[in-house]
């Protein structure tokens, strides 16, 4: 749990930051439990939503409880029991629920988790719940845009705004889509159930793009104040393991945890105690996590030998590989990265592989060599409304020594950056730059 998140928990009266904090770090993993008990993936994403507006009431005026978990489970049970009676009196779903809950008495209050808690929640269940709702969230009756925006908010608890800017849409495009995929489900009455292998296998290129984007954001994260989210990043991490036991045979799953574990080994360095950004030239790799390098080699070599040839996650793992091993930014095999960069833009193409290989290559061969690439992402427009473009651009065009058209780009970088952490790490560079006394600084 996030430092943050602790205190939230802990601080006298901080009802309302404890629901976030909770909602946080077990919205998939109450979702999931819901999902399994009434057997109905829309109704348990209601009936959660619902436990949490109430819980939003609550715990302000009453304190927060015990097991702050299991009372949102409790009453989000609840919630189904009653959307059952509504249905129908003599619903056998509803009769079964109601015996195992054993209609003990009124909503938990703050004094402590009831009894009814300890039933609900069973941590030997709860991680492959989490999975199978991750491959029931991507169902092939949904479109592939759907089911991982679908499985980024309900897995994920990635918000609407957050994973449309992943995806690079508006935020209600991103809300409609997700209403849709419910929809879609409740309509196609999807169980709650895990599927087949076969079936397991035809949605995985699906849960590998979600897994990867709540991992991203985790590590970056879009908005908010922190630079990181640790608790994002480590349940991505943590259900990639899960699912490489899944599917040993599947090379891309060795190849996306190699990333995430060899991406996170470097978060003991990406912040100060105060929570700022650390740049990657900064950063003491000393304080690197050498465990997670060690597995996070291992899982890519396990990719390269069951697989046919590295695949975009595989790759970008090399790429994570070459950071790794190396002593620091002057001694980092640029070059390798560079051509790493290129092949994933042949398996993968997107403009940020393309604003990545740029910024490599201005490490490998000079920023005017790197310029042009970033001039033709601006004229595409591929990224308009992204805070990485004109930030890259205005760092090549600081170390190309062309100041005034470097403030402009850093301005509107700013502007445009919607983390807290991010943004006044670039207003600095911003102010360095302004005062003559800057040097080249990239962020990692």
């Known amino acids: 749990m996030a430092r943050g998140d602790r205190a939230a928990l802990s601080r006298p009266g901080g009802g309302r930051d404890a629901v976030e904090a909770v909602w946080r770090i077990e919205s998939a993993r109450i979702v999931a439990t819901l999902s399994r008990f009434t057997g109905d993936f829309a109704l348990a994403e209601d009936v959660a939503q619902e436990s949490l507006a109430e819980a939003l009431v609550t715990w302000p005026r009453d304190g927060v409880p015990q097991n702050p978990a299991g009372w949102l489970l409790t009453v989000g049970r609840r919630r189904a029991i009653d959307t059952f009676r509504r249905r129908s009196a003599l619903d056998e779903r509803y009769a079964t629920l109601a015996r195992d809950l054993g209609e003990g008495g009124g909503t938990p209050n703050g004094t402590g988790a009831s009894a009814d808690v300890d039933l609900l929640w069973d941590p030997d269940q ?59 489900l409740a309509a196609a009455r999807v169980p709650f159930a895990a599927p087949s292998p076969d079936e397991r296998r035809a949605r995985l290129s699906s849960v590998l793009s979600v897994l990867y984007l709540i991992f991203t954001e985790g590590s970056t994260a879009t908005s908010g104040n922190d630079w990181i989210r640790p608790d994002l990043a480590r349940e991505a991490v943590r259900l990639t393991r899960e699912l490489a036991q899944l599917v040993p045979d599947e090379a891309e799953v060795h190849g996306l945890l190699a990333l995430l574990e060899l991406t996170a080994a470097r978060f003991p360095a990406r912040v100060r105690g105060d929570g700022a950004p650390v740049l990657l030239e900064d950063q003491d790799r000393r304080r690197w996590d050498r465990a997670a390098i060690r597995r996070g080699r291992a899982a890519l070599a396990t990719a390269g030998r069951v697989g046919q040839g590295l695949g975009p996650y595989g790759v970008q793992a090399a790429i994570a590989e070459c950071h790794a091993v190396a002593p620091s930014v002057e001694r980092t095999d640029w070059e390798r990265i560079v051509l790493l960069y290129e092949a994933l833009g042949q398996l993968a193409p997107s403009p940020v592989v393309e604003l990545n290989r740029a910024v490599a290559l201005s490490m490998a061969r000079g920023p005017a060599v790197a310029l042009p690439a970033v001039d033709r992402l601006v004229a595409d427009g591929s990224l308009d409304g992204s805070h990485l473009l004109p930030s890259v651009r205005g760092e090549l065009l600081r170390r190309m020594g062309r100041l005034d058209e470097a403030r402009r780009e850093l301005e509107l970088a700013v502007r445009l950056c919607t983390n807290e952490s991010e943004r006044g790490l670039l207003h600095d560079k911003l102010v360095t730059l302004v005062s003559g006394a800057d040097r080249s600084r990239w962020s990692g």
């Open 126 to 184: 709860i991680d492959d719940d989490v999975l199978s709702l991750m491959f029931i969230a991507c169902h092939p009756v949904l479109s592939r845009e759907a089911q991982v925006a679908l499985t980024l908010r309900v897995v994920g608890g990635l918000t609407s705004t957050e994973i449309a800017r992943a995806f690079l849409v508006p935020t209600a495009t991103m809300q409609a889509r997700i209403t849709r995929a419910k929809k879609t």
